[in-house]
T-cell receptor, first 112, second 114 residues
Framework: AAGVIQSPRHLIKEKRETATLKCYPI?????VYWYQQGPGQDPQFLIS???????DKGSIPDRFSAQQFSDYHSELNMSSLELGDSALYFC???????????FGPGTRLTVL | AQTVTQSQPEMSVQEAETVTLSCTYDTSESDYYLFWYKQPPSRQMILVIRQEAYKQQNATENRFSVNFQKAAKSFSLKISDSQLGDAAMYFC???????????FGTGTRLTIIP
C-alpha cells in the first residue's frame, strides 16, 4: 500500500540557512500534519492543513511556515535555521472524515 | 489540553513471552481516540493500534491488544508472543475528537531478549 512520502530523507544545513521539507500524503488523503521530534523526545505537533487551509497550529516558530498545495502535498519552509532546529520532522496524513494519522518516514535535519 | 504519561522508560521481555506497556492520560474532552505507535530503529512511526473512547470493547490487532480503563484514564498495551521485530520505542498518544493535534507520551523503549 502507498505510504506518506517525505523528501529529502536527510538534510544538512548551516546556521542561518533556509530549508524546505516536502510531504506527499497517501493518495486520497486530504489532511496533512507536521511534527518535530528532537533527540530523545516525543513528537511535537507543529501545524496541520485541510483542503489547503491551515486547520490547527502548535508550537511552530515564527521562522517556520508551511502550506498545502492543490495536489494536497505540503511543504514546510524553515528560515534562519538554528542549532536547536536539528530534529526529525514527520509528516502525517489522514483520509477524509477519519482520525488516524499515518506517518511518513521523516526528514532528518541537521543544522551545523 | 491533554497530557499522556508513560511511566516506564524501558522494558524488556523474553522472546515469545508477553509484556504490558503502561500509559495514563488526562483530557477534559469527553470523546477522544487513543493510539499506540511504535518507532523502531529506522525511526519510522508505525501505527500499532487504535481505540475509540466511547467503545467499551478493547481493541485487538493480532498479537497486540489494549486494556482500556476509561474511568482510570488508563490505556495499556499488551504484546503477546513477543518477537525480535517488536523491539522499538512505543509511544502512547491521545487525540480529542475533532482535534488535529496528537499528544504523545515520552515513550517506552522495549527490548526483546532472544
Amino acid at each position: 500500500a502507498a505510504g506518506v512520502i517525505q523528501s529529502p530523507r536527510h538534510l544538512i544545513k548551516e546556521k542561518r540557512e533556509t530549508a524546505t521539507l516536502k510531504c506527499y500524503p497517501i493518495p486520497r488523503h486530504d489532511t496533512v500534519y507536521w511534527y518535530q521530534q528532537g533527540p530523545g523526545q516525543d513528537p511535537q505537533f507543529l501545524i496541520s492543513f485541510y483542503e489547503k487551509m491551515q486547520s490547527d497550529k502548535g508550537s511552530i516558530p515564527d521562522r517556520f511556515s508551511a502550506q498545502q498545495f492543490s495536489d494536497y502535498h505540503s511543504e514546510l519552509n524553515m528560515s534562519s535555521l538554528e542549532l536547536g532546529d536539528s530534529a526529525l520532522y514527520f509528516c502525517a496524513s489522514t483520509f477524509p472524515g477519519t482520525d488516524t494519522q499515518y506517518f511518513g518516514p521523516g526528514t532528518r535535519l541537521t543544522v551545523l | 489540553a491533554q497530557t499522556v504519561t508513560q511511566s516506564q522508560p524501558e522494558m524488556s521481555v523474553q522472546e515469545a513471552e508477553t509484556v504490558t506497556l503502561s500509559c495514563t492520560y488526562d483530557t477534559s474532552e469527553s470523546d477522544y481516540y487513543l493510539f499506540w505507535y511504535k518507532q523502531p530503529p529506522s525511526r519510522q512511526m508505525i501505527l500499532v493500534i487504535r481505540q475509540e473512547a466511547y467503545k467499551q470493547q478493547n481493541a485487538t490487532e493480532n498479537r497486540f491488544s489494549v486494556n482500556f480503563q476509561k474511568a482510570a484514564k488508563s490505556f495499556s498495551l499488551k504484546i503477546s508472543d513477543s518477537q525480535l521485530g517488536d523491539a522499538a520505542m512505543y509511544f502512547c498518544a491521545c487525540l480529542p475528537f475533532g482535534n488535529e493535534k496528537l499528544t504523545f507520551g515520552t515513550g517506552t523503549r522495549l527490548t526483546i531478549i532472544p
